[in-house]
């Protein structure tokens, strides 16, 4: 039976009201970014395990089944993502996941006033180029800015920033491609 596209939107907002509000309430804005990056991590980890994916919404499996899966999967999680998540799986709205963290970062801006920049380097951020950095995406996005720093040695210098599904990548890796790439598609005479 297909899901009313309405009602479907309703459950995500509900979840990510829900989910932010519990968040606030048990930890302020610490736990509120604490939500959202295990969210990431999650989203991440059934993009790439389509079993745990399929089971958390299987209708074979019972509700009951369901939630359980989820409450031993997601144990580490902080309380209010656990619970959220547990109600999703017994209700068969697992595959949702994606829009309700869409809705709970909305959330995140309109609520708490801030942006999250998740920015990504070889090496940690020094505290001056850490003020830089958050003090031009103040001024380029308007609002307050929380940096989420990671470190990934693969991209060999330079840095990747990324916000609101947009994203600036100035990392070393990708600039080499793109001159490998130019090398390759020049006609007079380059090698590849």
Do not use: W
């Amino acid at each position: 039976m297909p899901t009313n596209r309405l009602v479907e939107e309703g459950q995500v907002e509900t979840y990510g009201s829900v989910l932010f509000d519990a968040a606030l309430a048990t930890g302020g804005q610490d736990e509120v970014l604490e939500v959202r990056d295990q969210m990431e991590q999650i989203l991440s980890i059934l993009r790439s395990d389509m079993d745990l994916a399929m089971a958390l919404a299987n209708p074979d499996y019972t509700p009951e089944q369901r939630k359980t899966l989820a409450e031993g999967v997601f144990a580490g999680c902080v309380e209010p993502l656990r619970v959220v998540l547990a109600v999703m799986a017994e209700r068969g709205n697992a595959p949702l996941l994606k829009r309700v963290h869409e809705a709970y970062n909305n959330q995140l801006e309109s609520q708490l006033g801030i942006c999250v920049v998740d920015v990504t380097t070889v090496v940690p951020l020094d505290d001056n180029l850490r003020h830089i950095i958050s003090t031009k995406a103040e001024a380029d996005l308007g609002k307050k800015v929380v940096l989420r720093e990671h470190i990934d040695k693969s991209i060999l210098g330079g840095i990747i920033m990324s916000t609101n599904g947009k994203r600036i990548d100035a990392s070393m890796k990708t600039q080499l491609a793109n001159a490998r790439n130019v090398l390759c598609d020049t006609s007079d005479g380059g090698e590849c």
